[in-house]
């Protein structure tokens, strides 16, 4: 039977990226337009726990929910689980303008998957270290990417292929972390439970 994972989201370069990590695995990702409820919350496993717990029962399983946040060391930390509404706020302009003169540009991508599965919600962490650039680069990928290099590499995530960026990311940390679980777990098809979207 058929390796399916259903993935809640409306952000369609979530969306990808999901499909190119976990179809290296196996799964084919189906996206579910549901509506999530979002807790205002520092920890972003407790954001994602909260939102799949809303949806149990109302989306087939096994499904995942995924939240990530870029955290800027020299902020303290900021935006970290707020970075989707400072976004839509502030956006990369407003970021790099609260770091004009500083020189401590370290920060870190993290995502947070939970997976809700056989009556229990699992969440797996993936981070990956880089500093920001001083100006936004690069017209691929979505949300804070234009601004963050990761260690190791003179681009910012959105002058990437897609193909480095799901092999290197956060949420392909977290999403593979997510996939090697489902695929420990015992009797995955015959535990499969059709859904209500």
Known sequence: MERRVYFVTTNEGKLREARIVL???GFRVEA???RKLELQSESLEEV???AAAQLVGKVAEPFVVEDAGLFIQSLGGFPGPYSSYVYRTLGVKGVLKLLEGVEDRRAKFVSVSALCFQGETRTFKGEIEGTISFEARGSAGFGFDPIFIPDGYDLT???MALQLKCEISHRARSLSALANHLLRVRDFSSNF???YV
């Open 23 to 25: 179809g290296k695995y």
């Open 32 to 34: 579910v337009n549901a």
């Open 157 to 159: 995530f959105a002058e």
């Open 48 to 50: 994602v726990s909260f």
């Open 193 to 195: 439970k059709p859904g």
